[in-house]
């Protein structure tokens, strides 16, 4: 081997399978930093980044492989093992304690002391200044961190990690909540961190940022690595190109399109967020017939989530305008309960804390759409809710029993319970996020399956998936989000990964023109 | 294999070591601090047993835990807080012993159940308040049941010294509702009433109503998840204030029982801190209703047995009040640690 390891950090064949689901989120990962370099990870969600991310940094695991740091094998157990290595992340919730200041969050759990007890106040400061300093990064230690914008509290977690004497940087999506002035002042941070010597590695969805900020890229598929190289080489063309791959794996059988009357009109709708300062949905208009399957797509944070909580009851009152039909009924900002009774089936991206009721019965979960059905005069009819229960649970193949509570079945079986009960019956729209999110193979195409039979039987079906394969496969129109707004619509015919990669990505979009033809 | 019946097992068996947990530092404290622990000990854990009078006086007294432990586990199902027992049930007495007296020459059943439903109006409408409070303006109940229960019971106080104030009788209480009124001794001399009965079956009237009716079903959704009863199509609104009604309405209804049971009148300390207890004992039973009745047994056996040990041995009130703390904060700390757990994962 030629001299000593070139590599400040490596990973060198880490595999990461998660047993609760069966998913392997990294297979035989080869990936290296250099020391002083800025490295960008890119990829789709699910493509296995924050796996890798959480392995380096010692939250989680790995199955198989070695890490090696300066050549060195060592073992990343727990954070407190990276923080030894000077490893430190910031992730893309800050973990800022709100109550306290700016300076009592940075020594947090390293504490200067004044004489062996007490916390030392103005010792903290005088840290936090000369640390500030150093780093040009300039915040008032003194100030309250729930008074903060965005772009400082994300200043306080940098210097947090610098304080602790990190030198690795791992930042989880840092520019998602940054305006464009934020990014730049950030961008100017990270140069400064380069030059005094530290190694960052920043996880991004932004290809444009790529040949901005980072001196080499690596883009993940599949739990896999596709490819390391220069970032001056990596156009965000081909960056793309790799990160949705091409051949599309996935065939669904289904029968010939053949859509009824319009179910589902939406017009401009809009959503404001007190929470955002642009709005998080914007002038979307879509529109699905019965016995059409309309896949939305699109990069995490680009409107999925509110679409699906728009279309669902669920968005808190009064933040949505614009106008929604459903079967020429206005359900514009309607409560889930109204749209239960008009025929809503919703299978929601969170399982666990919407879909499901932990700690209540797996019967008293199944019956949860249908509860006003199983009544004899408010009474609940319980022989028919067993019999009811044992039909989902055999037909699903649901691993457990109807009376013990749901939060005892596996991750997969909790998946299975919630499709189980949305895709029974006759729903007249039936919203899907994630569909197969924690499923084997096989239950995906049980699931496609149903789906597709659902959409036979005449059902209106909103899919939302990060999951490009899956919509290309069961969709027959496609509609791509991108940044709150619809950047495209198609036809299902002849789509591939890599015309729709564009417009996720933000590299492409469709004109007014093109959207009337 | 049923992994449910286990479950079941599994947290009956925790409770339980709780108890004999605490018990054993109960005998480890008494055998510091008496001169003499083998009889009280006796006295302790025995003396509830010792005669027919103490065993039925202990029955009377587990009577209002029962309706106070049935109406704070009826809440905490439901995923509301009510804090305001003592208010509720002192307003649920007091409404008792006004319409007892309003209506003296009414059929005996008849007024019997008037003043029922009056006590378990009054209690039901003070909280159902702090529901109304939630639901407008998203106040927290745990703090308005609270501060009203706390106001409210200043108000009575006021009632029973001034204007419903018994003048012929030495003690200060309010007037008393007419005898005939009085609920049936079931075992003289000691103090038990048929209100035993009234509370063996509001255990079972709650318990399905929570588990066996539709109300039940969205009440149990809304409280172990609002989130999925929203997305489930139940109108988690409402769901604020009826639970509320419902918990202060069995609290009130505690009350009026001591009234027609017990006591004939309202005076100033007659809730004794059973709101509180209510609270101790709905999380013993681990918020299920028809636990309840063993758990406010429970409790009513080591409050008898302190007092039999303060009577018959040098216990003094400070050391009995320790130990039933001790026992208390054991079994309760790991009920209600279990409860918390299970609302923060859920």
Known sequence: ?517 | MNRNRQLGLASFLTVLAAILASFAIAVALIFVFSKNPGQTLYYYFLGPFLSRYALFNMLESSVPLMFTGLGIALAFNSGVTNLGGEGQIFSGALVAVVVGIAVPAAPRALGVLAILAGGTLAGGLLAGFSGVLRRRWNVSELLTTYLLSSGVVYVINYLILGPLRNPQKMTIESVSIPAWFMLARLAPPSFLHSGLLLALAAAGAVYFLVYRTHLGYELRASGSNRQFARYGGINVGQYFVLPLLLSGGLTGLGGAVQVVGRYQSCFTDLTAGLGWNGIAVALIARNNPLAVVPAALLYAYLSAGAKAAMINSDVTFELAAIIQAVIFYLITAEAAMAFFRRRLNG
């Open chain 1, 1 to 517: 081997m030629p001299g000593p390891d070139p590599f400040l950090l490596e990973l060198r064949g880490v595999t990461k399978r998660f047993a609760d689901n069966g998913v392997t989120a990294n297979r035989d990962v080869h990936f290296a930093l250099v020391e002083g370099e800025i490295h960008a990870l890119v990829g789709e969600n699910g493509a296995g980044k924050t796996t890798l991310m959480r392995i380096l940094c010692g939250l989680e695991s790995a199955d198989r492989g070695a890490i090696l740091f300066r050549g060195a094998p060592v073992r990343i157990r727990s954070t407190a093992d990276a923080d030894r290595l000077g490893i430190g992340m910031v992730h893309q919730r800050f973990c800022l304690i709100d109550g306290f200041t700016v300076a009592e969050n940075i020594v947090l759990m390293r504490e200067p002391r004044s004489r062996l007890l007490f916390f030392d106040r103005e010792g903290s400061r005088r840290l936090v200044r000369e640390l500030a300093g150093r780093y040009g990064l300039e915040v008032d230690p003194d100030a309250s961190v729930a008074s903060l914008s965005v772009g400082q509290k994300q200043r306080v977690e940098i210097l947090r990690i610098l304080y602790r004497g990190s030198r690795v940087l791992v930042l989880d999506e840092p520019t998602s909540l940054l305006t464009e002035q934020e990014v730049c002042a950030f961008f100017e941070v990270l140069r400064q961190l380069k030059r005094l010597g530290h190694t960052i590695l920043i996880i991004t969805h932004k290809l444009e940022e790529v040949g901005e900020i980072a001196d080499r890229v690596t883009v993940m598929r599949g739990g896999q690595v596709v490819d390391t190289r220069r970032a001056a080489e990596a156009d965000p063309a081909s960056l793309a190109r790799m990160m949705v791959g091409k051949e599309v794996l996935l065939q669904v059988r289904k029968g010939p399109f053949a859509p009824g009357r319009p179910l589902l009109r939406v017009r401009g709708l809009t959503l404001l967020s007190p929470a955002s300062p642009r709005p998080l949905l914007k002038q979307v208009s879509l529109d699905i017939r019965s016995g059409e399957i309309l896949g939305v797509a699109g990069v995490a944070g680009n409107g999925l989530a509110e679409l699906e909580d728009a279309m669902t009851g669920m968005t808190p009152a009064g933040q949505l305008q614009g106008a929604v039909s459903l079967d020429g009924r206005d359900i514009l900002g309607a409560s889930s309960a109204r749209l239960r009774r008009l025929g809503l089936a919703y299978v929601p991206a969170d399982r666990l804390h919407r879909g499901s009721s932990l700690s209540m019965k797996l019967s008293d979960n199944l019956i949860v759409k249908d509860h006003h059905h199983f009544l004899w005069n408010g009474i609940l009819r319980r022989r028919t809710i067993a019999d009811f229960s044992r039909d989902l649970i055999r037909r699903f193949d649901i691993k457990g029993h109807m009376s013990a509570p749901i939060r005892m079945l596996s991750g997969g079986n909790i998946q299975r319970a919630v499709l189980s009960r949305e895709l029974s019956g006759k729903p007249g729209l039936l919203v899907i996020s994630e569909p197969t999110w924690g499923l084997d193979i096989l239950s995906s195409e049980f699931v496609y399956r149903e789906i597709v039979a659902r959409r036979d039987a005449g059902t209106a079906i909103l899919l939302i998936s990060s999951n490009l394969d899956e919509v290309l496969a069961l969709s027959d129109t496609v509609a791509v989000l991108y940044r709150g707004e619809v950047a495209g619509c198609f036809r299902n015919e002849g789509l591939d990964r890599e015309f729709l990669g564009g417009y996720m990505l933000g590299l492409r979009r469709q004109d007014a023109a093109e959207r009337g033809a």
